[in-house]
């Protein structure tokens, strides 16, 4: 653990700390996977956490200020006639196995996010390279840019190229499993194989009727983001209900965006972003791919974009993952289903210990070629 993170840590124990006892054991029982309900003594502490929100830390504009698990280095290149940078970084194990990991991240998550993976992989003997995706993160934010899934995947493809990297195992969360999904499909022979974690995109949100929102109104949305609601949808939709200490250091990552100097070009990105996962699913095309993959889903995450924007009626019937995972793992050729009954969205952040066993497992599956 980092500098960083060990202080925003300390942070939280220290609101914690101020409150009544009580609170502190409910916390404590959080941690060991009881789920709190409103009013509990967890749901306290989250409001004492956000109590302290105001005096957070601000970033820049490229995440400048918070610290990452490994050095980061800088990929230059020019896309739509913008030059731009990639951060990323590339970790080398000590007793190298001869495989090359790439993890992408999720929509509202960092390279960094992956920290525990990229250790794990690491000591396993995998090269680990994490990528910040144009947009994200500590990555160029520019001002026009024509998002596609095919544009982020070229990208990524070249970061790897310039590495001297042509087969890799791609590992995907969440948006990052929809780039994953797009990068094996258009570098196959690139692909040894390809890992998604609770990705979505499994499902049509506009199909089946959740209404569209302009990039302005996503802006004007992200406009609003608040430490406080951060956490409360973590909370509920990445943890299952749970809330532990080591999560609020990514809460206060993202919180720190739109508290910095750069608010609005961070918006401003995350909605082009938006845009992009709600108009570019890939559910029409997972029969397309030749991969070897595995698919490790927490049963309980509910995730689709623009839900809360939905009728209840439709908002009902979406994120339902143990249906969609299920769905997934029947229409990819050569895929394997691994179900963690009760983990979220973000299972390798919630039980890294049984994610982290799964993973390893389903990596030793495939040998070389």
């Known amino acids: 653990m980092n500098f960083r993170r060990h202080s925003l840590i300390a942070f939280l124990s220290a609101c914690v700390l101020s409150a009544a006892p009580a609170v502190f054991a409910a916390s404590a029982g959080a941690s060991a996977g009881s789920a709190s309900a409103p009013g509990s003594a967890a749901s306290t502490t989250i409001a004492t956490i956000a109590a302290a929100d105001n005096a957070g830390p601000a970033y820049g504009p490229e995440l400048q200020g918070f610290d990452y698990p490994a050095p980061v280095e800088q990929y230059d290149f020019t896309s739509q006639g913008v030059a731009l940078h990639m951060a990323y970084m590339d970790v080398k194990p000590a007793r190298a ?192 791919l030749s991969t070897p993959t595995l698919l490790l889903i927490g049963q309980k995450d509910t995730t689709a974009i623009g839900k809360d924007a939905a009728p209840p009626d439709v908002r009902a019937k979406l994120g339902r993952y143990p249906e969609l995972g299920k769905a997934t793992a029947k229409a990819i050729p050569h895929a394997t289903l691994v179900e963690f009954a009760d983990l979220g969205h973000a299972p390798q952040m919630q039980d890294p210990q049984a994610f982290h066993q799964a993973l390893l497992d389903g990596l030793a599956g495939v040998g070389s070629r």
């Not at 994953?180 to 949100?205: C, F, H, K, S």
């Not at 299952?240 to 080591?246: E, F, P, V, Y």
Request: aromatic residues 12%; hydrophobic residues 35%.
């Open 97 to 288: 196995n001869g495989r090359t990991v790439v993890l992408l991240h999720g929509k509202n998550f960092c390279s960094a996010t992956w920290d525990a993976t990229i250790h794990r992989l690491s000591d396993a003997g995998y090269r680990v390279i994490a990528p910040d995706q144009i947009g994200f993160c500590k990555s160029s934010k520019p001002e026009h840019y024509q998002y596609s899934f095919q544009q982020l995947a070229r990208n990524t493809h070249a970061l790897l190229a310039s590495l001297g990297v042509s087969d890799a195992t791609v590992i995907g969360h969440s948006t990052g499993g929809m780039l994953a999904i797009r990068y094996a499909l258009m570098y196959p022979r690139e692909t040894r194989q390809l890992v998604l974690v609770n990705p979505i995109g499994l499902e049509d949100w506009k199909a089946k009727g959740v209404p569209s929102l302009s990039v302005d109104q996503w802006y004007e949305r992200e406009l609003k983001t608040t430490a406080d609601g951060i956490r409360r949808y973590e909370q509920t939709t990445y943890y299952a209900g749970q809330w532990r200490a080591d999560y609020e250091p990514w809460v206060q990552m993202l919180a720190g965006l739109y508290r910095g100097p750069g608010k609005q070009i961070v918006a401003w990105n995350s909605a082009l972003l938006y845009d992009m996962i709600y108009t570019q699913p890939v559910v029409y095309e997972l029969g397309q």
